[in-house]
């Protein structure tokens, strides 16, 4: 092997393998330090992604990714192409260790988070079937929010329906629902609105009490209906 710099910081094997900081490198690039081990990569050029790391496998179904392992807790984390698979799926896997550092948290079969490759993303599962699939038992999903003593009827979390059909009445968010303070900051009622170009209206409040209003948004008993209500196939309104 070569040996640079009297403190014997870097070390070039002929088996070829490199390290820093490191005598005896297990791997092509191998740096051992007491202080924090930082990698910097600097580019001034312009083009497509001038400083990056390519990571390429010639053999298939050997996946590409990076690596994460703390030798105190005995967690494993790794991102990327995962082993064993033809796809081009990419991962965030987990894996809690006995004993030391194993390779196989790259398996697909470890995965908390997967985008497939015609852009599906999981979240508990590795084959999501919608742009974005929940699977666990009782999967729960929480909008929470940060803004502290809302003033009532302030929205406190919504979802958007955005159409991008430009033709009519699109490229806007032409339906949504809302969580609102109702009265006080932390009794929280439902708004949902519809309607087209951009501007939906509010077509039925769910109060914090539970009462629904239909074409008001300040039902006072169970169900307050503001217009006619037709019943089954009767054609009368009331």
């Known amino acids: 092997f070569i040996t640079m710099s009297p403190t014997n910081r870097y070390t070039t094997f002929t088996a070829g393998n490199v390290g820093i900081g490191n005598t005896s490198p297990l791997y092509k690039l191998d740096v051992v330090s007491s202080d924090w081990v930082q990698a910097r ?9 001038p400083a990056s790391i390519l990571l390429e496998s010639e053999a298939s179904s050997r996946g590409q990714g990076i690596y994460q392992y703390n030798s105190v807790s005995k967690n494993s984390w ?15 896997a987990h894996k809690l260790e006995t004993t030391a550092f194993n390779a196989d948290v790259a398996q697909m079969s470890n995965a908390l988070f997967c ?11 590795d084959s ?20 502290t003593g809302v003033s009532s009827g302030s929205t406190t979390g919504a979802i958007d329906f955005y159409t991008s059909d430009a033709s009519s009445e699109g490229n806007a968010v032409n339906a949504k629902i809302e969580s609102y303070a109702d009265s006080i900051y932390g009794r929280l009622g439902l708004r949902f609105f519809t309607g087209g170009g951009g501007a939906p209206t509010q077509a039925m409040t769910i109060n914090w009490v539970g009462s629904v209003g239909i074409g008001t948004t ?7 209906v503001a217009g006619g209500i037709q019943m089954a196939d009767d054609t009368d309104t009331a």
């Open 41 to 49: 990569f600097s580019a001034t050029a312009d083009g497509y992604a």
């Open 128 to 147: 999501p079937d919608a742009k974005l699939e929940l699977s666990s038992a009782q999967p729960r999903i929480r909008l929470t929010d940060t803004i």
């Open 115 to 125: 985008v497939n490759d015609n852009g599906n993303v999981g979240i508990g599962t």
């Open 218 to 224: 300040s039902p006072q008993s169970k169900l307050q």
């Open 78 to 92: 790794f991102s990327g192409v995962p082993y064993s698979t033809t796809s081009d799926d990419w991962i965030i």
